[in-house]
């Protein structure tokens, strides 16, 4: 709670998004692994990292402790967003690199879930500091998360997907030389 109110510089450098998100991916095992979900953590459009062989990593430049916090916060409501009344049970992480229609280059990942979505009013409030729908929730994750890759010249921003979940879609610009 004391990040929300003191923000702190970002320290940049280099980070190779695949590989943070396969480290986060590794921490989180045991939650998933309680609540009996899959993580499914696929990179470059599609291609599981471990096969990806020559394709080129996703380099940004990003304060690497404080963008694996956001990611691990987004990873992590995910698989809490799924209740046990669900039969699929999964929460999807793509990676890839795009271009907008200025030619600008972005790195963007999409968090999805197979849990019962985001309700319509909440949409608009979930990423309010203290706002929480959790009953053990402080609604700090979400708010931090926010900040966090808007301090990095990006957005994240929360949806219903039309099969059911909700899905967080990141965007993050590119690090120059990838551009």
């Known amino acids: 709670m004391l ?37 499914l953590i696929t990179g470059t459009a599609g291609v599981s990292p471990a096969a990806s062989g020559g394709l080129p990593a996703i380099v940004i430049r990003a304060d690497e402790r404080m963008l694996r916090q956001a990611l691990l916060n987004l990873i992590r409501n995910g698989a809490e967003a799924i209740s046990e009344r669900q039969t699929q049970r999964r929460v999807e992480v793509l990676s890839a690199s795009e271009r907008d229609n200025t030619g600008r280059s972005w790195a ?34 979400l708010a931090l998360a926010h900040r966090v890759i808007t301090q990095h010249g990006g957005t994240l921003t929360a949806s219903n997907r039309k099969g059911g979940g909700a899905m967080f879609t990141l965007r993050l610009p590119l690090s120059s030389k990838d551009s």
């Open 108 to 141: 963007l990942v999409e968090i999805s879930d197979t849990g019962e979505g985001i309700p319509a009013a909440d949409l608009q409030r979930i990423f309010i500091p203290f706002f929480t729908t959790k009953a053990t929730g402080h609604g700090v994750g």
């Open 3 to 39: 990040l929300q109110a003191r923000p702190q510089p970002l320290e940049l450098d280099e980070v190779n998004l695949d590989e943070l998100l396969r480290d986060c991916a590794s921490e989180l095992t045991p939650i998933f692994k309680q609540a009996e979900a899959e993580l």
